[in-house]
């Protein structure tokens, strides 16, 4: 009987494609839609601080690098792990992500948590050439970043962008993106106050790269990088216990 | 070629040329300050090189042909030809990749050969340069012969064929210049998604009225692996790409997900790119080449049946079994798991309905390494789908996550099943599409085989060496409850599987190269002198026959 349905699907070409969007319709719907809905889906992080106009040219940078290919940003639920890295990643912590960069391949260290945890020093010095900080590392070396002027002139239509897409970008935020993100690599420059002004006292604002003469892409990314896992606390509250590695011997 | 086109369907060629070529002048005008304006030139080169080539013909006396008396083989023999160009390309890069990974000068000091860069270029140039390419070409041969029937149109395939590459080269290209999604397999940005729906719309609409116009009362278990391939990877395609251009003179946009739904949604497009890209097409593919090549009918239709709604309906449940352990919520990884566990039923159906139909004719598969590249691929199909659902298991996946052996783990499928079944169909293919009795060299076919056998089992053992070593030292711990070693000793550990990858893929890309000589050389020699009158679409049906 199920037998000869399909015999007369097979004699369908409008049938047949309407039955495999049928199909394949289901897994989607039901897996992706309810994320949007269950609150539990993302946490309550109030604390929580959007990207710096620099900190996000930053990040444009290493989607531009393809830096996802061989680091991820997902800290999982297991012991090791949490030791590590740090704690485990929360899905607030990526809420203004787009994309978000968990990654799937580590060729090199998770860097949920790198904020905080190296110098801006070590940072330039290791991506001009990796080898010279850790000399068994295959990354690829960068050196080109602290070679090439940040390209200012559009970030506030890159944060007009973000601002439609929902993240809680201030108008005033958008018009003075290139200021802010002049400001944040030029500690003392007037443009400077503005950035924790508005973007809160927390904000490194420092000389990345070392140079205080010249806005690079290396000021961005490594403005970036240490403001990873730093933009809430809200990994550190409320933590459940990890989950031992299956075969992990104590 | 453009002789064959009546002089209506040169018009219309001519205008869409144009509208193209305006199109790009368009993006060179507004994105004359950003990569998006490089892109707009690549666009008036593409689109003004085959203007000036249909121009050049645009006078040339109308066709006489009777076109229902023949297949319309021309865009399939174009896209035999791009498919092996960009096979070349795209392993060609990764090789370059691999070597990388081990040597890590070998980037230059560039910012557009380093990893992150040249990654992608390897990875869309195998997938959809060479993949896609075969997979159009087939489904274009495919669905002439089981239908009966010829191509509707020719001027749709032959966009289909060039819009498709057209978007490959702003891919690729892409990727070099920085531009670039970062949402795997989908990295090309929004214009180039928009160009691409276009495309495989129009692919679809032909591909149904080709089908439509079929002198078979049912259609062929292989079509409608092509229709699941196409209309699913369009539902995929749309969904995961929707995005906010900065403007209209930036290639940058911003995808619409955010975070974790970012993270489902990329996965869901991710793993279902696997399923319908690089399996049901090329089911397709199997479903038609082996039982055409072993001269012996499917083993079972009903296996058919059942795999192929199995395949349609459980994967698009699985992606999240990429998101174990983390902030994906804990239902969904569930999900993921018991529908990842459960395809292997398809799964294995398929490659045992493959099995089985050779069953009978292993003497043909011990002589003709054709048959046997297509036997290969279903060995690993099979493989890969159990090594796929074991990897999907948590516990498993805790340990294989985030390491080479999920790298070893695509290869095997992607070098084993994706790339033997084509080569396999490919040699059957040709000799069929250019009229020669056979390829020009049998000892060629041979060595390829081998070659591609030893440089996939070199690859994937050495990433489930280097995996599994990574896996368990990142999860090591002292005596005292430390743990025992640091990430750069993990690293340290992978050189010499690293240097062994690059080498195993290097045997895989001769392979590739020896094909593509030993196609052109076939191509080159002297056609049959005969025409295969059996090879012709059914007569048209007299009204009250």
């Not at chain 2, 070349?88 to 070998?106: I, K, N, R």
């Not at chain 2, 058919?304 to 395949?311: K, P, T």
């Not at chain 2, 490659?351 to 048959?371: E, I, M, P, S, Y």
Request: hydrophobic residues 50%; aromatic residues 14%; glycine residues 8%.
């Amino acid at each position: 009987m199920p037998e000869l349905f399909h015999r007369k699907l097979e004699r369908s070409a409008i049938g047949f494609v309407l039955a495999i969007i049928a199909a394949a319709s289901v897994g989607g719907i039901v897996e992706i839609a309810p994320l949007f809905t269950i609150d539990e889906t993302v946490e309550e992080a109030p604390d929580m601080r959007v990207y710096t106009p620099l900190e996000l040219a930053g990040r444009n940078i290493y989607v531009r690098e393809g830096c996802y290919a061989c680091h991820s940003q997902m800290i999982r639920t297991l012991r090791d792990e949490v030791e590590r890295y740090g704690p485990y990643s929360r899905a607030v912590e990526s809420q203004y992500d787009r994309p978000m960069l968990w990654g799937s391949k580590r060729t090199g260290p998770d860097l949920a948590r790198v904020g905080g945890k190296y110098s801006d020093f070590w940072h330039v010095a290791h991506l001009i050439n990796p080898r010279d900080v850790v000399p068994e590392s295959n990354m690829p070396a960068y050196a080109f970043l602290a070679r090439t002027e940040l390209r200012t002139n559009d970030l506030g239509e890159h944060l007009a962008a973000q601002q439609a897409l929902g993240v809680p970008y201030t108008d005033e935020m958008v018009a003075n993106a290139a200021r802010d993100a002049y400001g944040q690599a030029f500690p003392d420059s007037e443009a400077a106050s503005g950035v924790s002004e508005r973007y809160g006292e927390a904000t490194s604002v420092s000389a990345f790269d070392g140079v205080a003469t010249r806005l690079t892409e290396m000021d961005a990314l490594v403005a970036y990088l240490q403001v990873l896992g730093r933009l809430t606390d809200a990994a550190f509250r409320d933590t459940a216990a990890t989950e031992q590695a299956p075969d992990a011997e104590d | 070629m453009i002789g064959r086109l009546t002089s209506t369907e040169r018009q219309y060629a001519a205008v869409v040329l144009s509208l193209l070529v305006v199109a790009g002048i368009a993006m060179a005008a507004l994105g004359r300050n950003d990569a998006l304006g490089v892109h707009g030139v690549l666009v008036i080169l593409f689109a003004g090189g085959l203007l000036y080539a249909v121009l050049s013909a645009f006078f040339e006396p109308e066709p006489r042909e009777d076109r229902e008396a023949s297949y319309y083989d021309d865009p399939i023999k174009a896209g035999i030809v791009l498919s092996m160009a960009w096979a070349v390309f795209g392993m060609f890069m990764g090789v370059w990749v691999a070597a990388q990974l081990a040597w890590p000068s070998l980037a230059f000091d560039a910012a557009w050969s380093t990893f992150g860069r040249l990654r992608p270029t390897h990875t869309s140039g195998v997938i959809f340069g060479f993949g896609g390419n075969a997979l159009i070409a087939t489904s274009f041969h495919v669905v002439q012969r089981t239908s009966r029937a010829r191509l509707a149109g020719q001027f749709s395939p032959w966009f289909v064929l060039f819009g498709f590459n057209l978007f490959c080269v702003l891919a690729v290209s892409g990727y070099l210049l920085g531009v670039t999604q970062s949402k795997e397999y989908a990295e090309a940005e929004w214009y180039a998604d928009l160009w691409l729906v276009i495309v495989w719309i129009t692919y679809l609409v032909l591909f149904l009225r080709t089908i439509a116009r079929r002198r078979e009362p049912h259609i062929y278990v292989a079509n409608w692996y092509f229709m699941a391939f196409i209309v699913v990877v369009a539902i995929l395609h749309i969904v995961n790409n929707l995005a906010v251009p900065i403007s209209w003179g930036h290639a940058k946009s911003y995808t619409i997900w955010p975070g974790v739904q970012d993270a489902m949604v990329q996965w869901w497009y991710g793993h279902n790119a696997v399923a319908f890209f690089l399996t049901a097409g090329f089911l397709g593919m199997l479903y038609y080449y082996l039982p055409v090549r072993a001269q012996r009918p499917i083993f079972s239709y009903r296996l058919s049946i059942l795999s192929f709604w199995g395949i349609t309906f459980f994967y698009m449940w699985a992606g999240s079994h990429h998101l174990h352990y983390t902030a994906l919520p804990h239902w969904v990884q569930t999900l993921g798991m018991t529908f990842s566990v459960m395809l292997l039923v398809p799964s294995w159906a398929s490659a045992g309905n493959a099995l089985l139909t050779l069953n009978g004719a292993w003497h043909r598969v011990r002589d003709d390494a054709t048959l046997r590249f297509m036997m290969a691929a279903a060995v690993f199909y099979g493989l890969s789908t159990f090594e796929g659902s074991f990897m999907a298991i948590r516990p498993v996946n805790a340990l294989s996550h985030y390491t080479d052996w999920t790298v070893g783990h695509v290869h095997a499928g992607a070098l084993g099943w994706v790339a033997l079944i084509t080569f396999g169909s490919l040699y059957t293919l040709v000799p069929a599409l250019w009229k020669r009795e056979r390829m020009y060299s049998a000892r060629l076919v041979e060595v390829h085989f081998w070659l591609a056998i030893a440089g996939t089992l070199i690859y994937v053992f050495a990433m489930w060496n280097s995996g599994i070593i990574q896996g368990l030292m990142w999860r090591t711990y002292t005596e005292d409850g430390a743990l025992a070693y640091s990430f750069v000793d993990s690293l340290v550990a992978m050189y010499p599987y690293y240097i062994a990858r690059a080498f195993g893929g290097l045997l895989f890309l001769i392979g590739a190269l020896i094909c593509s000589y030993n196609i052109w050389m076939t191509v080159r020699s002297v056609p049959l002198a005969e025409r295969r009158d059996s090879d012709v679409p059914a007569a048209v049906a007299v009204p009250g026959e």
